[in-house]
Structure formats: structure tokens, C-alpha cells
Nanobody
Framework: QLVESGGGLVQAGGSLRLSCAASERTASYYTMAWFRQPPGKDREFVGF????????QFADDVKGRFSISRDNAKNTVFLQMNSLKPGDTAVYYC??????????????WGQGTQVTVSS
């Protein structure tokens, strides 16, 4: 139900935009979120967007650098990542579920896309 794209290799300070394509029902009904899993670590919350009012919330370590936007006509959510740091290196996942920062509250997951930030 969720198809991600846009990962890759970028130098520190650079930018990437990830995309998550969903079905119309998924994008309009669920909170759409981004999580990431750094090497050897647990999956962690990055940010989410509320399905109705567009409210966004971000983890402290990405606040001010990352943003989330939606293209409702294409049922697609974007994660814009600026000023990337090596510590942002992770597999990034798109998810759809409840309005929460906890991964176990999300019922649908994308396949993940690798983001690697070189120093």
C-alpha cells in the first residue's frame, strides 16, 4: 500500500526528498509518518502529518531541517530533508496509522529506502 522512493547517497549539508505513494483511502484516513532505522539501532520517529488538518510534528533532532508535505491529488507524502548530517544515515520508512510517535501504532509500512550521508 505504501511505495517509497528518493533515497540515496548525499554529502553532509546536502538535501534529499523522499516520496511515499499511498492509496487514496490510506492517505485520506490515516496519519502519514516517517520513521528511520539507523544501523544497529531501533526504529525511531522522524515526523508525521495529520490527515485532516495537515498538522506536522517532528523529532527534536530533525526539527528545523526536515519538513513534510502532501500532494493530495496524487495521494503522496514527501519528506524534505535539508542540512543532512552523517547521523541521519538510516533506512527511512513511510507508515500509515494512528496519530502517534510510536511505531507500533502504525498498520501499514513501506519497504524502506536507504539514505546515506557522507562526511
Amino acid at each position: 500500500q505504501l511505495v517509497e522512493s528518493g533515497g540515496g547517497l548525499v554529502q553532509a549539508g546536502g538535501s534529499l526528498r523522499l516520496s511515499c505513494a499511498a492509496s487514496e483511502r490510506t492517505a485520506s484516513y490515516y496519519t502519514m509518518a516517517w520513521f528511520r532505522q539507523p544501523p544497529g539501532k531501533d526504529r525511531e520517529f522522524v515526523g508525521f502529518v495529520h490527515p485532516s488538518n495537515g498538522t506536522t510534528q517532528f523529532a527534536d533532532d530533525v526539527k528545523g531541517r526536515f519538513s513534510i508535505s502532501r500532494d493530495n491529488a496524487k495521494n503522496t507524502v514527501f519528506l524534505q530533508m535539508n542540512s543532512l548530517k552523517p547521523g541521519d544515515t538510516a533506512v527511512y520508512y513511510c507508515a500509515a496509522g494512528a496519530y502517534s510517535v510510536r511505531p507500533n501504532m502504525y498498520v501499514y509500512w513501506g519497504q524502506g529506502t536507504q539514505v546515506t550521508v557522507s562526511s
